[in-house]
């Protein structure tokens, strides 16, 4: 597409929300260039391959019930490897117990009636509550009386056995937190895309997803290595002092460097998480479903070869482990013995790939939550990101579109 010789808009990362705005501009006609201050595109959403292993760094899933997945994405060029739609909970002293989605899995439709999470009410609700989600315009819920979600499960008369069994350890790995204090909103609206939409990773790592994005730009709109010391609505200065005009610039960083570049940005806490990777001779759970530790030893692990076998270039299987908070390489000794528990096989000869620890992974997202915060700062600057929406890959390919349409209506007025 020929610019002529208009300035670019300029956005600053090349994360999912940067991509997702720069896309929306070039498509629109409008000169973009993206700088990136790392070597790849992605943000937080990187694939990296170790000993022959695909490797997110961290674990990260591609929810097909978000809205903007589909507007945006080509999800069949992605070739998605799902999951199943359930999960099994593991508790010392009582083993793996099965809980599916019945009408996904109905040869598994029993399996969380009979399951020791809770009562037969608490599974009404549950079920009341699922049924609701689903039907339910995202409006509505967005709308929804705000509270935390451990008082809205309160409120909906679930039980604390079903509480600490089934929706602590779960949400703990969907929301990085365990005290269950992220708005109640937030979690109608994950929760509805939960029930409607198919979860898994490309078949090449979830670095696949930015990777799409960049795609649909010229090669020359995205410059890599491209610290950005400061900002405003007619260029940026970038570390080397060099400075670049614009039409506009959009900052879409992750919040810490949006706070350093836009002081009066308030930006939320960001939640931890740590993700461990083994190598197996084989795999030791033989189905893609994802186990949950209830008693909190471990947030989640998943056999990803058996979704994903392109993860592995062998016959080895490929394990992801997580646990909340930033842990380390000396933490793996107790994460290997909890998977050991877990799988009730020996994990000895496992080979221990690598550690990723993301300090920053997740915004927090407690009561009171701005499902939506503004985007445009002033005239020519403009802010997108995960932390401008929900914290998600919903949130940020959202936000992104937001950033692009208020850069597009101040054109367009001028």
């Not at 903007?68 to 999960?87: I, K, Q, T, W």
């Not at 009562?119 to 009386?145: E, H, I, M, N």
Request: contains cysteine; neutral net charge.
């Amino acid at each position: 597409m020929a610019y002529g010789d208009r300035q670019p808009v300029i956005v600053v990362g090349a994360g999912l929300a940067g991509l997702a705005c720069a896309v929306r501009l070039h498509r629109s006609g409008v000169p973009v260039t993206v700088l990136e201050a790392s070597e790849g595109v992605g943000g937080r959403m990187r694939t990296d391959v170790v000993d022959g292993f695909r490797l997110d760094r961290g674990f990260q899933v591609l929810n097909t019930g978000y809205p903007e997945v589909p507007r945006v994405l080509d999800v069949e060029a992605l070739r998605l490897r799902a999951f199943n739609s359930g999960m099994l909970v593991f508790r010392t002293g009582a083993g793996r117990e099965r809980v599916m989605l019945p009408w996904k899995h109905p040869r598994h439709a029993l399996t969380g009636l009979t399951a020791d999470l809770g009562t037969l009410v608490d599974k009404a609700v549950l079920a009341t509550v699922s049924a609701r989600d689903l039907a339910f315009p995202a409006g509505v819920l967005r709308a929804g009386t705000e509270r935390t979600v451990l008082d809205e499960l309160r409120h909906w008369g679930m039980s604390p056995v079903m509480v600490n069994r089934l929706m602590r350890p779960f949400l703990a790995g969907v929301l990085l937190e365990r005290e269950l204090e992220t708005s109640s909103r937030v979690f109608h609206l994950i929760w509805r895309s939960f029930v409607r939409g198919t979860i898994g990773v490309p078949a090449l790592g979830m670095g696949e997803v930015p990777a799409q994005l960049a795609s649909r730009l010229p090669a020359e709109a995205v410059r890599l290595r491209c610290p950005v010391r400061a900002v405003s609505g007619t260029g940026v200065v970038l570390d080397d002092g060099s400075e670049l005009p614009a039409a506009a610039v959009v900052v879409a960083t992750d919040p810490s460097t949006a706070g350093a570049l836009l002081p009066d940005l308030p930006t939320p806490a960001m939640r931890a998480v740590t993700t461990f990777y083994h190598a197996a001779p084989r795999s030791p759970l033989g189905e893609a479903t994802q186990v949950i530790d209830a008693d909190g030893v471990i947030a989640d692990t998943l056999v990803m070869t058996d979704a994903a076998p392109e993860y592995s270039a062998s016959d080895e299987a490929l394990i992801s482990t997580s646990v909340l908070g930033v842990a380390g390489d000396d933490d793996e000794p107790r994460v290997r013995a909890r998977l050991e528990e877990i799988y009730g096989s020996d994990v000895q000869s496992w080979r221990h790939l690598a550690t990723y620890a993301i300090a920053e992974a997740l915004p927090a997202m407690p009561p009171p939550m701005p499902l939506r915060r503004r985007v445009r700062l002033g005239e020519g600057l403009y802010v997108c990101g995960d932390h401008r929406d929900t914290g998600s890959i919903q949130g940020a390919l959202g936000s992104g579109r937001r950033g692009a349409d208020a850069v597009l209506n101040d054109q367009r007025s001028l």
